[in-house]
């Protein structure tokens, strides 16, 4: 049933933009199109500035996710749909989250945001809520956008392939693509967006996500239940490129890189993400036991090669949108569940990434038929695997450590090693029952809340001296739940989750294997420097709509001949490239990182605006820096030992293992302190984290609005 609908004239691609933004109100179930002003688009590029700039001008301080002017915002970038190049089909997703309650964003690939180009929007706003649920339909050829009453069904991956049925008319089915979010973004604060295409080769649909911050809670609660695109990419315009010559080249010679270097290096072809598992395990890196541990000799059972070899179908490449050659979109046709509403049904499991396998690691689980549960279960129901799998570990360690107990969890004993303890949990939160579960899905920055409360009751202890002690080990900052690096031994990735913008995702920076593995950044500033330079360059990939895994997995052989081969300057040239042969510029490195530094400057204004974003905002749980417990500390004592004589003047004889596991918390969190320092005067703010009035004036932020936001943060100082 058509609720709403209007007729629009399709404005083309040219060099890379269409500049117009579609427009939805579910409120009073308005529908519009726009011309994006050229000041935003030179100011913030796309994707993820053109988000960051439409949530920052239609919300204020006191908009909350479930706000009705929240906005909920979708944005491609100048290159999104360009299928010479590799890496072409992310877009971003942006509102103010449930978990943070300031800007957080999400990138996902697929064709959904090609296909939204191809018909002519470079982004699309959805504010207001609806009593009923609905779905916003763009028919590119038919040139209506409408607004229709949303499938009688919370099925986010069952329904697919019956769904692009019923909407691709007489069109194929890969002339349809979706976003939507099951019932697990209705009945928790971390729900993810699927965004769904279909596969010809693999005759099926599949899903990739925009996992972080919520985004699929905001989408229920504004009552979307999705939206759908219906284009013809091979009957499209491109994304008309100033010079095609030129870009053709640039793409030839990126995946030249990468069909000579992935093979032998991290096969993310053959393995997709799951490749990393060995890498972390054998460095202590990979989160065992809610990140207590850095390796298990377990780990072998759920190992890259065996993905490789035994899970993933290898019959036909795997790129996320045509023209990716790295192709890391594994998945595989037959897993039949054992738990939950679907037991017994075979199921065909997209991934699992690193992340989903490691949030199951994380539990002490180290088997690939759980692993496989838990991706498509997380997916139908929209949950975010790693949001879902940390809050499972730490409600965990909190009941192992005797802060929570039976009468707490409604009964439910909650163990390490268990499948029985994930699936119930993970069902339950799905479901959204009252309780126990209907407060877990809040995430843990709510648990600790909840858990100290009921135990201070119980005990007759002080509520915050309980606080304190599950803030020790409890992994979220800003809200958001840690991503899934141990960190203790590397303060650079300890800054690098510490001070992004959304909170501990590595989408921002991601240190870990050049400081703790290559050791390639020993000084506080050089660490700086890097959590300078990386977080600008990665922004740069979302703001622009592409992947940045061609760049950051794939080193060109030739970056080994400069003087700073983790930036990769050769592949940055082919990015150069793309750039200038698209859009007839000749724009330079330093150019692009301007542009980025624009971006993540208003997402700090938003985050001061919102009321957070300074000093105290960029803390890390200690588990995050050091051991908390002793038996964390005597897993790697000696290691632990040495490192205390070559990094310390304390003195290790005579001291038992509380008294060295004392000496070196304090020691890292002296640490971590100095390079917060270090880091701020590096990214042009004060102490407090707070931009300088040059920093402000250098980025063009000189809008008295801009002026405000910031006074206003100094003075609550
Ligand atoms: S590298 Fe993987 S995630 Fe990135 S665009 Fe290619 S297939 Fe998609």
């Known amino acids: 049933m058509t609720i709403a609908s209007i007729n629009y004239q399709k404005v083309n691609v040219d060099k890379g933009y269409t500049d117009r933004l579609l427009e939805v109100n579910l409120s009073d179930k308005t529908i519009s199109v726009s011309e994006i002003p ?21 919300t204020k301080a006191s908009t909350r996710y479930d706000s009705p002017e929240n906005v909920l915002a979708f944005a491609g970038g100048p290159f999104c749909g360009e299928s010479s190049f590799a890496g072409t089909g992310k877009f971003i997703i942006g509102s103010i989250s449930p978990l ?17 180009k191809n018909s002519g929007f470079d982004a699309i706003t959805v504010t207001g809520k609806s009593a009923e649920d609905v779905v916003i339909f763009i028919d590119d050829a038919a040139g209506t956008i409408s607004l229709r009453k949303a499938p009688a069904t919370d099925s986010s991956l069952l329904t697919a392939e019956k769904l692009v049925e019923e909407w691709r008319g007489a069109d194929k089915p890969n002339s349809i693509a979706f976003v939507s979010a099951g019932i697990g973004s209705k009945n928790t604060f971390f729900g993810c967006i699927n965004s769904i295409y279909y596969d010809p080769r693999r005759q099926r649909c599949r899903a990739k996500q925009a996992g972080r911050g919520g985004l699929g809670t905001v989408m229920r609660d504004k009552g979307l239940w999705g939206i759908v695109v219906k284009s013809n990419l091979s009957g499209g315009a491109g994304n008309q490129a100033d010079d095609k010559k030129r870009l053709r080249r640039a793409g030839t010679s990126l995946r030249k ?59 036909h490449p795997d790129g996320c949108f045509a023209g990716c050659t790295l192709a890391c979109t594994k998945g595989c046709e037959g897993h039949t569940l054992t738990t939950g509403p679907f037991a017994g049904r075979t199921v065909p499991v997209d991934g699992p990434e690193y992340e ?95 858990i100290s409360e009921r135990a201070a009751v119980r005990n007759g202890n002080d509520k915050e001296k309980i606080m304190r002690e599950l803030e020790l080990f409890g992994m979220e900052s800003k809200g958001l739940e840690f991503s899934m690096y141990i960190t203790k031994e590397s303060l650079a990735q300890q800054g690098g989750y510490g001070f992004a913008l959304k909170g501990p995702q ?35 990939f979302n703001i622009a709509g592409l992947c940045k895994l061609p760049w950051i997995d794939v080193r060109h052989p030739d970056a080994a001949k400069t003087d700073d081969p983790a930036k990769n300057l050769p592949t940055i040239e082919c990015y150069l490239e793309l750039v200038n042969s698209t859009m007839g510029t000749e724009k330079n490195l330093d150019d692009l990182l301007t542009e980025s530094e624009r971006s993540y400057l208003l997402h700090k204004l938003i985050n001061l605006r919102q009321g957070f974003g300074t000093r105290m905002h960029d803390r890390i749980p200690l588990r995050a820096m050091a051991p908390v417990f002793t038996d964390e500390f005597s ?56 931009p300088l009035d040059e920093t402000l004036e250098r980025l063009g932020f000189t809008d008295p609005e801009y002026l405000e936001i910031v006074a206003q943060a100094r003075q609550r100082q």
Not at 39 to 57: H, I, N, Q, S, W
Not at 258 to 276: F, H, K, M, W, Y
Not at 655 to 663: P, T
């Open 257 to 315: 890189v990468i069909r000579d270097v992935d093979p032998n290096e991290l096969r993310l072809a053959q393995q997709g993400t799951t490749s990393l598992l060995d890498m972390m395990n054998n460095n202590d890196i990979l989160p065992v036991h809610n990140y207590k541990f850095g390796r298990d000799e377990r780990q072998h059972l759920v190992s890259g090669k065996i993905f490789e070899e035994k899970v993933f179908d290898q019959k």
């Open 506 to 540: 590595h989408d921002e920076s991601w240190l870990i294997a050049l400081d703790q593995i290559k050791n390639e950044m020993p000084s506080f500033d050089e660490k700086a420097a890097a959590l300078r330079w990386f977080p600008l360059f990665r922004t740069w």
């Open 100 to 116: 943070t309650e300031t800007f957080c964003d999400s990138n996902v690939g697929g064709y959904f945001f090609p296909l939204v």
């Open 635 to 690: 897993s790697r004592r000696e290691y632990y030992v040495n490192y205390l004589k070559e990094n310390t003047e304390i003195k290790i004889n005579g001291q038992d293992d509380a008294e060295l596991l004392k000496n070196l918390q304090d020691h890292r969190r002296r640490q971590y302190e100095i390079l917060t320092d270090t880091v701020y005067a590096e990214k042009g703010f004060d102490l407090n984290g707070i």
């Open 356 to 450: 989903t396998a490691a949030a199951i690691t994380n539990l002490g689980i180290f088997d690939i038929p759980a692993i496989m549960e838990y991706a498509w279960y997380c997916d139908e129901y929209a949950l975010d695997t790693i949001s879902t799998g940390v809050v499972i570990a730490f409600l965990i360690e909190a009941y192992q450590e005797g802060y929570l107990n039976r009468d707490d969890t409604d009964g439910i004993e909650l163990k390490w090693d268990d499948q029985e303890t994930l699936f119930n949990l993970l069902h339950r939160m799905a479901a959204g029952s009252t309780g126990f579960a209907g407060e877990i899905g809040r995430g843990i920055r709510h648990m600790k809340g909840w």
């Open 38 to 58: 050229a000041a935003t688009r030179e100011m913030f590029v796309g994707g993820r500035g053109y988000c960051l700039k439409l949530v920052y001008d239609k």
